[in-house]
């Protein structure tokens, strides 16, 4: 106790200068136990009296786990039970941070609520300090390799293997070589979508189509859509029969919605620079016709005659094409690096304010990532984070950390100057 206050009565800086972070690996001094300084802490020491707990407060945590936590979270902080965490290893200063969170309830949580609100601050930090002591829980086991080749997992391979039937018509990479069949290139996801849930609710005509859309589920959609986006944009290599220099005077009032040089500004207006120009001059037939129906182009196309279609057609067919504005989407060691640079290599968190996430139940994780994007959990770090991911993408993260050997840590205070 008495080295305890004397080691809060000096500065900060210098205590923190004075902490060295010694990663056990509790597996049996494995190489690769490192020594390193600690962080400052962002919310001032108390945040990290946790990690000052002696060993008898452990001793006294140890304790207040056995009768208030244990049933939920296990013997030895391993828990058995789905949407309840392993507590084992996880670090001090984390749990401490969360303990308290639970009892201002700006974490809110019933299971937790209750029993936060009877134990004391001192009590949470010895539980916590002792939680952090304990072996973490083994990892899940790892999956066997896959068999067959390509990573289901990344959407624009999976988009390419769904469109595989599509590059007959529509040109290998989404380029057409066949006159009235439109490029799928330079198409923004939102509107490729679009289009296709037209032609399937039979919006707009088309009986090939229409079957053809019928054959993608809606994941499939939204992989083929990204595939296609990220190609890279060319013109259609069909004729376009038409006076460029008048269609580029008849397409003036155009430019507002689909960009001067045909290349819109807005995920659904569609791109029309570098389309096929039969294509075009079929839709703003459409149009005019009633065949295709939309609001916003019914009345540019009502003055058109078939000659200032053919013409505008043959001035947007020359345009270059552009690549739309998508985000490719990341890999899982992508990821998984981004979220390394805060939760530790493999998920071994080095600072006793962030979560491991090695060796963590693949459900809690996967709930987790799922509260953070919802906001059910708020974390500006988190949310940030979460938001960019998709379903996929939230359940190889779970995997994967599950699967990390989960390495506990002590930071040992050494002696002050
Ligand atoms: C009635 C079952 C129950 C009991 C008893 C219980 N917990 Fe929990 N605990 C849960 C559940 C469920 C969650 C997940 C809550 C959530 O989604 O936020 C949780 C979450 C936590 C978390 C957050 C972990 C993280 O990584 O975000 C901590 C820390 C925690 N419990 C510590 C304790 C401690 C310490 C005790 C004993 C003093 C205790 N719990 C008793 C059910 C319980
Ligand atoms: C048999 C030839 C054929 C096949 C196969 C085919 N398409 Fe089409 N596709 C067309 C034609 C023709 C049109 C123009 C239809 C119209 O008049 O609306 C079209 C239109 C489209 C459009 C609308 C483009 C725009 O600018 O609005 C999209 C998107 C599309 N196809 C996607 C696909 C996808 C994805 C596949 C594969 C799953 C596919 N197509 C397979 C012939 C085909
Ligand atoms: C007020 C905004 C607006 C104006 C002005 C406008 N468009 Fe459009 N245009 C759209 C929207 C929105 C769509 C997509 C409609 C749909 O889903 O059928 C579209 C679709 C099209 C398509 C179909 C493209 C494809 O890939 O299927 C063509 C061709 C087209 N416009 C040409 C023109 C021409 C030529 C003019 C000028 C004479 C024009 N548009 C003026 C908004 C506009
Ligand atoms: C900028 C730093 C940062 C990055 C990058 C980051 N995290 Fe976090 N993460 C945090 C913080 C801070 C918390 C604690 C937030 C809280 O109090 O709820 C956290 C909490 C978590 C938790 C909750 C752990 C538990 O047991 O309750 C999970 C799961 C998680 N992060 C996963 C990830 C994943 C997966 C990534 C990468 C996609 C990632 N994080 C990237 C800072 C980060």
Known sequence: MKGRLSIRSVPVAVMLACILAIMLLLAGFAPGAAAQPAKAPPGGTDDLRAVYATSADIADGKRVAESSCARCHGANGISNTAGVPHLAGQRAAYLH????????????????DGIVKFLSDDALVKVAAYYASLEPARPVAAKPAPKTAPAKSDPASAGKAAAASCGGCHGENGVSKMPGTPSLVALDPKYFIASMNAYKSGQRKHDVMKSMAAGLSDADLGNVALYYALQKPARAQTPSPGDQAAGKKAAASCGACHGDLGISGNPVTPSVAGQDAQYLAAMLRAYKDGTRKDESMKSPVAALDERA?????????????????????????????????????????????????AAQREDWLA???????????????????????????????????????????????LPGK
């Open 97 to 112: 941070l969360q303990l308290r969170a639970y009892r201002q309830t700006a974490r809110v949580q019933s299971a937790m």
């Open 309 to 357: 279609m053919r013409d505008i057609a043959a001035f947007y067919a020359a345009q270059q094409p552009q690549a739309v504005n998508v985000r490719r989407p990341l890999t899982l060691t992508e990821w998984a690096d981004r979220c390394d640079r805060c939760h530790g290599v493999n998920g071994n968190s080095t600072d006793p304010l962030l979560p491991a996430l």
């Open 367 to 413: 709930k987790v990532l799922h509260d953070y994007r919802k906001g059910a959990r708020k974390s500006s770090a988190m949310a940030a984070m979460s938001a960019l991911m998709s379903e996929g993408d939230v359940k190889e993260l779970a995997s994967h950390y599950a699967r990390q050997t989960g390495r506990a840590i002590t930071y040992v205070i």
